[in-house]
């Protein structure tokens, strides 16, 4: 089976840099998602990161260790609109997405 | 690009009753997913098409739950009789490709079902 952990709820000031975790317990990984959802939409494509390393795109940035089981997102000068659900997801082999329960973040002023 | 269509957006009905979900994927998509989301959770898979083959409806309820993907594009997600416990967000989602380890997933508004 697989275990997907990340926080449930996070708050952040507008502004900050906020760090979302998500750790992972599966065998045979092959890629992890990350996806934003807002509240009472659908969630929305965020990265996805197959190697070891840091992918950065423009606020957001994911990174990933295989060898650990971790992963985190990183958003960059919060803004209010980014308060949402941030989504950890993995795939195995070519099973489909397995979804972590997601983190609650929410930006303060 | 017109996104995956959902209809009706939300549902009420009583337990024992029928719901039918629809889904409209991004044209050209092969792969189309229907997920479950209960409040405070992630979605959870419910059943996998690729064209209009199932892969995976290992999660599926199937003693109440079934879907079609007739012809390979439009889907329906039926519940006969629905519990108190299927109240839930229900996402459809489509991919490009073969439903791969990076095949990237496009998710619809979903259907918001209430059980009374």
């Known amino acids: 089976g697989q275990n997907i952990d990340q926080p449930t709820e996070m708050t952040a000031t507008e502004g900050a840099i906020v760090q979302i975790n998500c750790t992972y317990q599966?065998?045979?990984?092959?890629?992890l998602f990350w996806y934003q959802q807002h509240a009472g939409e659908a969630p929305t494509f965020l990265s996805y990161?197959?190697?070891?390393g840091l992918e950065e795109k423009g606020r957001f940035s994911s990174f990933l260790s295989r060898s650990k089981g971790y992963s985190y997102l990183l958003l960059k000068e919060l803004q209010m609109k980014d308060s949402a659900s941030y989504l950890c997801a993995v795939t195995r082999g070519n099973t489909p997405l397995v979804f972590g329960k997601g983190t609650r973040l929410s930006v303060i002023a | 690009e017109a996104g995956v269509a959902q209809s009706p957006r939300y549902k009420i009905i009583e337990k024992r009753q029928s719901v039918a979900f629809w889904c409209n994927p991004i044209?050209?998509?092969?792969?189309l997913y229907w997920y479950q989301q209960i409040l405070g959770q992630g979605p959870k898979l419910l059943i996998q098409?690729?064209?209009?083959?199932?892969?995976?409806d290992s999660q599926l309820p199937k003693d109440r739950f079934s879907a079609e993907r007739l012809k390979g594009v439009d889907s329906t997600l039926k519940i006969q009789p629905a519990k108190l416990e299927d109240s839930a967000v229900y996402l459809c989602?489509?991919?490009?490709?073969?439903?791969?380890?990076?095949?990237?997933?496009?998710f619809g508004p979903g259907t918001r079902l209430t059980v009374l």
């Open positions: 098409f690729q064209n209009n083959g199932v892969v995976d």
């Open positions: 989602a489509s991919s490009p490709l073969a439903g791969g380890p990076i095949d990237t997933q496009y």
């Open positions: 044209s050209g998509h092969a792969t």
């Open positions: 599966t065998s045979g990984f092959n890629g």
């Open positions: 990161n197959v190697l070891d």
